[in-house]
T-cell receptor
Framework: GENVEQHPSTLSVQEGDSAVIKCTYSDSASNYFPWYKQELGKGPQLIIDIRSNVGEKKDQRIAVTLNKTAKHFSLHITETQPEDSAVYFCAAGTYGGSQGNLIFGKGTKLSVKP | DTEVTQTPKHLVMGMTNKKSLKCEQHMGHRAMYWYKQKAKKPPELMFVYSYEKLSINESVPSRFSPECPNSSLLNLHLHALQPEDSALYLC?????????????FGPGTRLLVL
């Protein structure tokens, strides 16, 4: 089955710097890659997702890149702000699979220092 | 509107109690999910309902009993839980079941079993 590895497990940056979180997946059939942000005491919130037919997607300060050959995808946050501090989860999903559900990485705790 | 609501926000119960968690969405989604999340871990899938029918049960103990009364509502009935069942219980929904379908999470119910 699918396995998703996420690195680093913790990341501390200064406000205004960029943050990059990387994930690798094992199942070449995976073709959907969402990123979730989870603040303390809240549910995961979808912040961006990418499908396998594109290599990059951007939404303001957030971007995701996908390398299908290498089976890895990354989240890039530019001009980080203290409110970006949270745990970020990557996930991989497969269209049409019988299980058809998301496999999550273990999470990255991002701390943005003012 | 991508809102999934869950009640209650917090729940404390004894090992002999019976309680229920509720989840609601009005996005017209036909797939709904229950996840369990322990501290500092990613969400773990418990159940999937597709078109109001149980589609996936990830070998969850029978002390957890899901119910989908209609396309907007999802319940999780709890009975004779153990202290190790204490966790954040998350509900999610997506347009249809499938790993490539975007899932939207609710805020969760934080459960403590004494």
């Amino acid at each position: 089955g699918e396995n998703v590895e996420q690195h680093p497990s913790t990341l501390s940056v200064q406000e205004g710097d960029s943050a990059v979180i990387k994930c690798t997946y094992s199942d070449s059939a995976s073709n959907y890659f969402p990123w979730y942000k989870q603040e303390l005491g809240k549910g995961p919130q979808l912040i961006i997702d990418i499908r396998s037919n594109v290599g990059e997607k951007k939404d303001q300060r957030i971007a995701v890149t996908l390398n299908k050959t290498a089976k890895h995808f990354s989240l890039h946050i530019t001009e980080t702000q203290p409110e970006d501090s949270a745990v970020y989860f990557c996930a991989a999903g497969t269209y049409g699979g019988s299980q058809g559900n998301l496999i999550f990485g273990k999470g990255t705790k991002l701390s943005v220092k003012p | 509107d991508t809102e999934v609501t869950q009640t209650p926000k917090h729940l404390v119960m004894g090992m002999t109690n019976k309680k229920s968690l509720k989840c609601e969405q009005h996005m017209g989604h036909r797939a709904m999910y229950w996840y369990k999340q322990k501290a500092k871990k990613p969400p773990e899938l418990m159940f999937v309902y597709s078109y109001e029918k149980l589609s996936i049960n990830e070998s969850v103990p029978s002390r957890f009993s899901p119910e989908c009364p209609n396309s907007s509502l999802l319940n999780l009935h709890l009975h004779a839980l153990q202290p190790e069942d204490s966790a954040l219980y998350l509900c999610a929904s997506s347009q249809e079941e499938g790993g490539a379908k975007t899932q939207y999470f609710g805020p969760g119910t934080r459960l403590l079993v004494l």
